[in-house]
């Protein structure tokens, strides 16, 4: 079982859509969760923290559930530059041991 | 974006070649990461260092040298390249925070034929 997991996608969806991704972790003793954007060959970009209470940044809602292991973004009101691959990683201990999902594919079309 | 740079951007070797890759950052942390990224997985950690001279393994570290002289400056060399090899490789930084997170070079682009 991979140490974080995501479903791989691709989700397509129109422009103005809600749209959620679900990232579940194995370790129980992880720490810190973050979401990164990945555009087509190019680097991953931190996105967001995902804090335990919850957070949202414009719109981009961030969730954390520790009791279920799991992580969510929800993204509203899609636009054309939303398409991405998001990346969901996940801090065991320190930060030398940041482990990645392999991403989740998002296309967002007119 | 933070400061860091790759180089070289693309590379095409062969089989057996010693390749070195370089990732220079302007940010004066302490920490320095190279991963690899290949189609189905997430980034794999190579190697680490915390500080000039001190570096340590990660997950995927067989088959991989690294070296740091200057705050600046990491080095991955491949001693001697293999197909298994052909992937993407990000260099990154932190301040080592517990709460920091990673900043990632623009990838080196590497094919071993």
């Known amino acids: 079982r991979k140490e974080v997991e995501q479903d791989p996608g691709p989700f397509n969806v129109p422009e103005g859509a809600t749209v959620a991704f679900n990232c579940t972790y194995s370790?129980?003793?992880?720490?810190?969760f973050f979401w990164y954007r990945q555009d087509c060959r190019k680097e991953p970009k931190l996105l967001m923290s995902?804090?335990?209470s919850g957070n949202e940044d414009g719109r981009f809602t961030a969730q954390l559930n520790r009791a279920s292991q799991y992580i969510s973004l929800l993204i509203r009101d899609s636009k054309l530059s939303d398409s991405a691959t998001y990346l969901c990683v996940v801090i065991v201990y320190n930060n030398n041991d940041m482990r990645f999902g392999a991403g989740t594919r998002l296309t967002v079309k007119p | 974006d933070a400061g860091i740079t790759q180089s070289p951007r693309h590379k095409v070797t062969e089989t057996g070649t010693p390749v070195t890759l370089r990732c220079h950052q302007t940010e004066n942390h302490r920490y320095m990461y190279w991963y690899r990224q290949d189609p189905g997985h997430g980034l794999r950690l190579i190697h680490y260092?915390?500080?000039?001279?001190?570096?340590d393994k990660g997950e995927v570290s067989d088959g991989y040298s690294v070296s740091r002289s200057k705050t600046e400056d990491f080095l991955l060399t491949l001693e001697s390249a293999t197909s298994s090899q052909t992937s993407v490789y990000f260099c990154?930084?932190?301040?080592?925070?517990?709460?920091?997170?990673?900043?990632f070079g623009p990838g080196t682009r590497l094919t071993v034929l």
């Open positions: 990154a930084i932190s301040d080592g925070t517990k709460t920091d997170t990673q900043y």
């Open positions: 995902v804090y335990s």
């Open positions: 370790n129980s003793a992880s720490q810190s």
């Open positions: 260092s915390y500080g000039v001279k001190d570096t």
